[in-house]
């Protein structure tokens, strides 16, 4: 089983998650540490990181000590693309707040084939160079994806390239204006480093999510299912909203 945190909306949820994540910031600033974030993008996260924006603004929260590396990104990708995760997060979140730019890292979907495999290794290691990932945020994919590793990766699997599952390119469809347009692959970190993570929040909000949330958090551990991973990280959690805990 997965603890599971279940608000009344998502809006009070992702106030809670903005406020840990504030929390481990500002107790790594005391000791003059870094912070080292995994960000997803998607939509449930938007609310979260436009909290983050607020408690930059009006309660002085800085990110100067907060590296952050993301989940993943579509292959391939031009960085300023409408649908890029690069500008997803600069407009969400880097471009309003006080990161230091060298200090953002999300996967290059501009990069030519041959060159991916070395760009993934070397991701891998610049997390580990830091330390590992002190809290990494995630969401969930209709078919139990984290990431985009999708149905049947393993739990051990690297960051690299994958061929994103039928179900995932049609829920992302609408926003590439049809099937035809969505890319077929993407970089995302593997599952491996998620689980190595010191902590987990995943954040998985209305009706729609009910039955992936409830075949992760009480189901087999599966490859089939990524998210049941975390059935067996020590320090994770389920951010839901009524909606999504609904068939636990
Ligand atoms: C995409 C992202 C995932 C995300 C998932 C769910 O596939 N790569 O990281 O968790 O979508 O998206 P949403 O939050 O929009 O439901």
Not at 221 to 237: E, G, M, R, W
Request: aromatic content about 8%; overall charge negative; hydrophobic content about 40%.
């Amino acid at each position: 089983f997965i603890n599971t945190v279940v608000f009344e909306n998502s809006t009070l949820g992702s106030i809670a998650v903005a406020r840990e994540i504030a929390s481990v910031i500002q107790f790594k600033q005391k000791n003059n540490e870094f912070c080292i974030l995994g960000l997803a993008t998607g939509s449930s996260p938007k609310r979260l990181y436009a909290e983050l924006v607020r408690l930059h603004k009006e309660e002085g929260l800085s990110f100067k000590n907060v590296i952050t590396f993301n989940l993943d990104e579509y292959y391939p990708m031009e960085q300023d693309s409408i649908n890029s995760y690069v500008r997803f997060m600069k407009e969400l979140l880097f471009n309003q707040v006080d990161i230091l730019p060298e200090n953002i890292h999300i996967p290059d979907g501009t990069l030519s084939k041959e060159d991916i495999a070395d760009y993934c290794a070397t991701y891998e290691s610049m997390i580990e160079k830091l330390g590992g990932i002190d809290l990494q945020i995630l969401g969930i994919g209709g078919n139990g994806h984290i990431g985009f590793n999708e149905s049947g990766s393993l739990q051990n699997s690297k960051t690299r390239l994958v061929a994103l599952d039928h179900i995932t390119r049609v829920a992302a469809s609408g926003d590439f204006l049809g099937l035809s347009n969505t890319p077929r692959t993407a970089i995302t970190l593997g599952v491996k480093k998620i689980m190595e993570a010191k902590q987990v929040i995943l954040m998985a909000w209305g009706e729609g999510k009910a039955n992936i949330i409830k075949a992760s958090v009480e189901g087999t551990v599966t490859n089939l299912i990524p998210a049941s991973f975390l059935q067996v990280h020590k320090n994770a959690v389920f951010v839901l909203d009524k909606e999504a805990s609904s068939k636990l």
